[in-house]
T-cell receptor, first 115, second 119 residues
């Protein structure tokens, strides 16, 4: 079984400030981890993913995330927030489930960027 | 190369009516997943289908909900006798394969969603 916990359903940052969105996962097997972004009235877009190898993963739009196995975390960061980053962000975990990779999502974090 | 296409984007139904949501996966993708997003909640897995087969329906309500992915045509999520609690956004995603553990992660491509409102 696998699960994802996103701490903070709403996060507000000032434009230009650091963005930190927290994600902790639980998985009985080595997981694959993802961050998706959802803009209003749209589907989810993949920001970045961790599969194997380097634990610091860089994605689109200046976002990155670090896989920390000891902390079971995969927090999303961006050094400087832009107004266009305002959206909802979902952390997801994928692990083997009866022969296929089942993807489980967190409840999401809405990011507000204050001018 | 069109992405995942969902229609209708918005659907309004009265209690007791039927809702049919359609999903055409990306070209070359033969695996389809349906998720439901309730207000202030994350995406909840409903069902995973391959062509003509339901692989995992562990997230589907036992009654009134059904899904299919025929050999030809889009995947259909059908909700019979809708109730107000069915109001939600329903997202379809596709992948080229189910994500064999030995061949890499299962990256999903999402459609824009179908928003169902039950009056």
């Amino acid at each position: 079984a696998q699960s994802v916990t996103q701490l903070g359903s709403h996060v507000s940052v000032s434009e230009g400030a650091l963005v930190l969105l927290r994600c902790n996962y639980s998985s009985s097997v080595p997981p694959y981890l993802f961050w998706y972004v959802q803009y209003p009235n749209q589907g989810l877009q993949l920001l970045l993913k961790y599969t194997t190898g380097a634990t610091l993963v860089k994605g689109i739009n200046g976002f990155e995330a670090e896989f920390k196995k000891s902390e079971t975390s995969f927090h999303l960061t961006k050094p400087s927030a832009h107004m266009s980053d305002a959206a909802e962000y979902f952390c997801a975990v994928s692990a083997d489930s009866g022969g296929y990779q089942k993807v489980t999502f967190g409840t999401g974090t809405k990011l507000q960027v204050i001018p | 190369n069109a992405g995942v296409m969902q229609n209708p984007r918005h659907l309004v139904r009265r209690r007791g009516q039927e809702a049919r949501l359609r999903c055409s996966p990306m070209k070359g993708h033969s695996h389809v997943y349906w998720y439901r997003q309730l207000p202030e909640e994350g995406l909840k897995f409903m069902v995973y289908l391959q062509k003509e087969n339901i692989i995992d329906e562990s997230g589907m309500p036992k009654e009134r909900f059904s899904a299919e992915f025929p050999k030809e045509g889009p995947s259909i999520l059908r909700i019979q006798q809708v109730v107000r609690g069915d109001s939600a956004a329903y997202f379809c995603a596709s992948s080229p394969k189910g994500g064999n553990p030995h061949s890499g992660a299962n990256v999903l491509t999402f459609g824009a969603g179908s928003r169902l409102t039950v009056l």
